[in-house]
């Protein structure tokens, strides 16, 4: 994949993360919200990922 292909892609995984703790909260349902933070985190440590592979690669 490329670098644009995975940027997307990371930060859709960020999105649905945050969808799916904005729903835990709503519905008081803590493992959706405890599964929506480690999604969104695991997406921001993704994109942590491309942002040092950008600046070795140049």
Aim: charged letters at 45%; glycine letters at 12%.
């Amino acid at each position: 994949m490329n670098d644009a292909a995975d940027k997307a892609r990371h930060k859709g995984e960020e999105l649905k993360g945050s969808a799916k703790e904005a729903a835990g909260k709503v519905t008081d349902n803590e493992k959706l919200e405890a599964e929506g933070r480690a999604e969104k985190s695991g997406a921001k440590l993704k994109q942590a990922g491309d942002d040092v592979k950008d600046a070795v690669t140049g």
